[in-house]
């Protein structure tokens, strides 16, 4: 069964500072999706990742996957108080489109 | 171009009750997928459409259904509520041939009381 965990599962940090959330799973995926989502809203997306070494950047948030590793990482570069949110990362299953699975997600808390 | 968009936007029911939700896709896509997000945690898959078609089921019980209809539109419903169905009900839509992106409504979110 595929398993997707995420850590830290809280993050507070101060405004300027960088910081990494980590996203492993347990098996074979063809695509990992990262998603912020804002108290009392949906989800909004911010990353596709489809092969093994991708690189993805959006303002301060960069994205990158490791297949061999089962592992993403979304990195935080100066953090700013408009980043704080909650952030998931999502995998699907290998050959299958239809079954989304998201870790817990790591609710980020930027202070001045 | 509307993106993806759900009815109603909250929703307050008794427990024992039956409720329907209901979710248009953005333009162009043909598949539906519906999520359950209880506070505090990541969607779960409840399932997914298309043609009109349940795809693939995630882990819910049969008290789960739902609908597609010729205009991609879709339906969720859940019947004898439980206070445990208290959760923010998101769907997604996309394209199954070709796309990788899901794009998430606003959700709808149900208390059951």
């Known amino acids: 069964e595929l398993k997707v965990e995420q850590n830290p599962l809280f993050l507070s940090m101060q405004e300027g500072k960088n910081y990494t959330i980590y996203c492993n799973y347990s098996t074979t995926s063809d695509r990992l999706y990262w998603y912020r989502q804002d108290p009392g809203k949906s989800l909004e997306s911010l990353f596709v990742l489809l092969s093994n070494g991708a690189v993805k950047q959006e303002g301060r948030l960069m994205a990158s996957l490791d297949t061999k590793a089962r592992l993403s990482t979304l990195h935080i570069t100066a953090a700013v108080h408009d980043l704080s949110a909650t952030y998931f990362c999502?995998?699907?299953?290998?050959?299958?489109?239809?079954?989304?699975?998201f870790g817990a997600g790591t609710r980020l808390t930027v202070k001045p | 171009d509307a993106g993806v968009t759900q009815s109603p936007t909250h929703l307050i029911k008794t427990r024992g009750q039956q409720v329907t939700l209901r979710c248009s896709p953005k333009s162009g896509h043909d598949t539906v997928s519906w999520y359950q997000q209880a506070l505090g945690q990541g969607p779960q898959f409840i399932f997914q459409y298309y043609e009109e078609e349940e795809r693939q089921r995630g882990n819910f019980p049969d008290r789960f259904s739902g609908h597609q209809f010729p205009n991609y539109s879709s339906e969720l419903n859940v019947n004898a509520l439980l206070l445990g169905d208290s959760a923010l009900y998101l769907c997604?839509?996309?394209?199954?041939?070709?796309?990788?992106?899901?794009?998430f409504g606003p959700g709808t979110r149900l208390t059951v009381t």
């Open positions: 999502a995998v699907v299953l290998q050959y299958n489109n239809n079954d989304m699975r």
């Open positions: 997604a839509s996309s394209l199954l041939k070709g796309g990788y992106e899901q794009y």
